[in-house]
C-alpha cells in the first residue's frame, strides 16, 4: 500500500485492501443499495473501488420480513458482495468494521471480526452507512421489541414466533398461551404494514392447521400499534383506507392515536384516547423509527456538518461533505432535499455519485446537483393485498400486488434469485399455502420475548 502518513502503534495493522495500481482509489463503505450502485457505476472507470462492510452479503431490505416470516431463504434477497461485483475487475470487497475517519489525511480505519485492525488510504470516499432503529430515548425496549434490519433481526424473529406455537402447545395455563399468541407490531408505516400483514398469515393461516392445540379464534391476537391518526401516514388517504381495512380482514388489531408507554418482556403498555392499557404479550416488534448510522455523526463531527433530528448528517447538493469534496455520503444516513430513507433514493444517489466520480476523473467539474425522480410508493399487507401510487396513479388489491410484485423481483440481483424467489411465491402462497423457511435450532429455542 502506498501510506502518505507513518502508522501509529495505536492505529498499526493491515491495508482494508492492497493497492495494485497507482489508479485513482475509491472506497465505499458499505455494501447496500447505495454502496452496490456506486461501485457499478463505475464499472469501466479507470479507478480501483473497494467496498468495505462489516457483513459479507448484499441484503435487500424490503423482502426482509419475508425472511422473518419464514416464507423466503436469506440467500435468496442476500447473495455474498463478492458474487455481485465478481465480474467487476476493477473492484474488490473486504469484511471490515469501519471504526474511524481521517479526512484531513484520507485514511480510513477498521477492524476485522477477529479484532485486527486495518487502515485504508482512499482518494475518494464514498460512505453509505444506512440507517438503524431509533427507540426515542428508551432504548432499553430494544431488549424486548427488537427492530428488524439485518439478517440476524430476521431469523431471531422467526426463531421467536415459531417458539411461540410450540411453547403454546406445552403450557396449561390460558393466560399464559395468549400471551405467548399475542403479536404486537409498534408502527404502522410500510415496513410495520408490511411485516403484521406477513405476521397475521403467518400465525392465523399457516401455523394453526399444524398445532393442534391452539385456538386460532380465541387465543392468537396480533395488534398494529400507531402513534399517528392512519397506518401508512406518507400515503394517500385512499391508499390508507384500503390498508386499514385489509388488515382488519386479515384479522390484525388496528390501533392508531395509541402510543407506547412501556415495554418489558411479558408485556407492552400503550396510551390511547381511552387511558393507558397494558397488554400481554411475549413477542414486540418495533417499527416505529429509524436513526442514522454512528458513521453519519462521525463525518458531521470531523466537516462540521449539521444533523437532524434522526442523527442524518446533511449534505451538500452533490452529495459531498462542507470542505471535503473528495467525500461523498449518501442513502439513509444522510439529510438531503427532504427524501425518505427508502431504496430508491440510495440507488439513484449511488449512480449518480459514480457519475461525478467518473466526470471529475475526465476534468469535468460541473455536473448538476442532485435530481431525485420520484417512482412513487407502493407497500404490501399480505397475500394479494397492496396499495400502490406511481405518476399519480393509485392501485389496490390485486393489480397493486402485482405490481409491488414485480418491481421487488427486478430489483433482486441475479437471475436465479429473482426466478427462485417468483416460484417460492407461486408453490407457498398460491399451491401449498405454507412457509417452507421454518428451522428453529437448539441454541434458538430459548422462551420467545425475553432475549431477543
Avoid at 415496513?191 to 397475521?200: D, H, I, S, Y
Avoid at 466537516?303 to 469534496?325: F, K, Q, S
Wanted: hydrophobic content about 40%.
Amino acid at each position: 500500500m502506498n501510506e502518505s502518513m507513518p502508522m501509529t502503534d495505536q492505529d498499526s495493522g493491515s491495508a482494508l485492501a492492497p493497492e495494485t495500481s497507482g489508479r485513482h482509489q475509491v472506497l465505499v463503505v458499505g455494501g447496500g443499495f447505495g454502496g452496490v450502485n456506486v461501485a457499478k457505476a463505475l464499472a469501466h472507470a479507470d479507478v480501483d473501488v473497494t467496498i468495505a462492510d462489516r457483513t459479507n452479503h448484499h441484503l435487500f431490505q424490503p423482502l426482509l420480513y419475508q425472511v422473518a416470516s419464514g416464507l423466503l431463504s436469506e440467500g435468496l434477497i442476500a447473495p455474498p458482495l463478492r458474487r455481485v461485483i465478481k465480474d467487476q475487475r476493477n473492484a474488490r470487497t473486504v469484511l471490515a468494521n469501519v471504526t474511524r475517519f481521517d479526512l484531513d489525511k484520507h485514511f480510513v480505519y477498521g477492524v476485522t471480526p477477529d479484532g485486527r485492525k486495518l487502515h485504508r488510504r482512499y482518494d475518494t470516499l464514498v460512505v453509505a452507512g444506512g440507517a438503524t432503529h431509533a427507540y426515542f430515548g428508551n432504548d432499553h425496549w430494544a431488549t424486548f421489541a427488537p427492530g428488524m434490519k439485518t439478517l440476524e433481526d430476521a431469523r431471531r424473529l422467526r426463531s421467536h414466533i415459531l417458539s411461540a406455537f410450540e411453547l403454546a402447545e406445552t403450557v396449561p395455563d390460558p393466560s399464559l398461551r395468549k400471551a405467548l399468541l399475542t403479536f404486537v407490531v409498534i408502527g404502522a408505516g410500510p415496513t410495520g404494514v408490511e411485516l403484521v400483514g406477513q405476521v397475521a398469515e403467518l400465525a392465523k393461516k399457516v401455523l394453526p392447521r399444524e398445532y393442534r392445540w391452539v385456538d386460532t379464534a380465541q387465543e392468537i391476537r396480533v395488534i398494529l400499534v400507531e402513534a399517528g391518526p392512519a397506518v401508512l401516514g406518507p400515503f394517500h388517504p385512499k391508499l390508507q383506507r384500503y390498508a386499514r381495512d385489509h388488515l382488519i380482514k386479515l384479522g390484525v388489531e388496528v390501533r392508531t392515536d395509541t402510543t407506547a408507554t412501556d415495554i418489558d418482556a411479558d408485556s407492552i403498555t400503550v396510551k390511547s384516547a381511552a387511558g393507558l392499557e397494558k397488554i400481554d404479550a411475549r413477542t414486540k416488534i418495533w417499527a416505529a423509527g429509524v436513526q442514522a448510522s454512528p458513521l453519519a455523526s462521525m463525518l458531521a463531527e470531523a466537516t462540521g456538518a449539521e444533523t437532524d433530528r434522526a442523527g442524518r448528517v446533511v449534505v451538500l447538493p452533490d452529495c459531498t461533505l462542507p470542505g471535503h469534496p473528495e467525500v461523498f455520503a449518501i442513502g439513509d444516513m444522510v439529510s438531503l432535499n427532504k427524501l425518505p430513507g427508502v431504496a430508491q433514493p440510495a440507488i439513484q444517489e449511488g449512480r449518480y455519485v459514480g457519475k461525478v466520480i467518473r466526470a471529475r476523473l475526465e476534468g469535468d467539474a460541473n455536473v448538476p446537483p442532485f435530481k431525485y425522480f420520484d417512482k412513487g410508493s407502493m407497500a404490501t399487507i399480505g397475500y394479494r393485498g397492496a396499495v400502490a401510487d406511481a405518476f399519480g396513479i393509485r392501485f389496490t388489491g390485486s393489480m397493486g400486488y402485482l405490481m409491488w410484485g414485480f418491481i421487488h423481483v427486478l430489483y433482486l440481483i441475479g437471475w436465479g434469485n429473482r426466478l427462485s424467489t417468483l416460484l417460492v411465491w407461486q408453490r407457498s402462497l398460491v399451491f401449498t399455502k405454507n412457509y417452507p423457511q421454518r428451522i428453529i435450532t437448539s441454541e434458538q429455542a430459548g422462551g420467545p420475548g425475553r432475549s431477543s
